[in-house]
């Protein structure tokens, strides 16, 4: 009876550590296709390479290096690798309660740094001190997605409003900017996401748990049968 849930769970940790691997591989095609096909806007455009894309294709990787590890080790029965698996799964729900604890903790330091980052970002653009070209086209792509403009409104950039803040052409001597500075939007944005980030992450960090015991599991009857380092 014991030896039947035993393999029972091998199989299950298998099929779901496969399934996970899939979505890894599905997460990173996607982030690799949003790379090559559209721009994509980061939300902070100082870190431009923190961007949308970016972020799916390192979250692939891991997902995926992951899962695998777990499906091969319960498949091939090696405690090695489950007890990596065990330690890679620990490791990643640290890191992610940590953050999640830290930007509760830190919210306000959080969006004041936020909030200079952006305007010495935007003073460097305005200015032309900025080393990385790609930063100008970065706010063009920010502030025509959240429909805002500057930081806190168009008066942010002077006299050098780029086109981007126009809200249809920028063809009349003064044309109609977007109203709302990209600050407030992003905080917004930031506040309507929040229940749904937090559920994810609580979704994570069971799914976590689950696939830790499952492994420890796993690992404990490899051991007590003899089973060891079977390949």
């Not at 799916?56 to 405690?79: D, H, P, Q």
């Not at 489950?82 to 830190?106: G, K, N, P, Q």
């Not at 980052?117 to 070209?133: C, F, I, P, R």
């Not at 001597?173 to 609580?202: A, H, M, Q």
Request: aromatic letters at 10%; charged letters at 20%; proline letters at 2%.
């Amino acid at each position: 009876m014991a030896h039947g849930c035993l393999k029972c769970l091998k199989y299950t940790m298998c099929v779901t550590n496969f399934l996970c691997f899939m979505c890894g591989v599905s997460v990173l095609s996607f982030g690799i296709y949003l790379m090559a096909k559209f721009r994509v806007v980061a939300l902070i455009p100082e870190l431009a390479n923190f961007n949308i894309a970016n972020m799916l294709m390192v979250s692939g990787i891991i997902i995926t290096c992951v899962s695998f590890l777990g499906f091969l080790g319960a498949l091939k029965e090696n405690r090695c690798l489950l007890l990596m698996y065990f330690l890679l799964l620990f490791l990643l729900m640290v890191v992610e309660l940590t953050a999640a604890c830290l930007l509760l903790v830190s919210d306000g330091k959080i969006e004041s740094v936020v909030e200079e980052t952006l305007v010495k970002g935007l003073e460097e653009v305005k200015n032309g001190k900025a080393k990385n070209s790609t930063i100008l086209n970065e706010w063009d792509l920010l502030q025509k997605n959240f429909d805002c403009c500057g930081v806190k409104n168009e008066s942010d950039w002077g006299n050098k409003v780029p086109t981007s803040c126009c809200k249809s052409q920028c063809t009349i001597p003064r044309p109609p900017f977007r109203e709302k500075g990209c600050y407030k939007k992003l905080k917004i944005w930031v506040e309507d996401n929040f229940l749904t980030i937090g559920i994810s992450v609580i979704a994570l960090c069971v799914i976590e748990v689950l696939g830790m015991c499952f492994a420890m599991t796993l690992y404990c009857h490899i051991s007590k049968s003899g089973l060891g380092y079977k390949l």
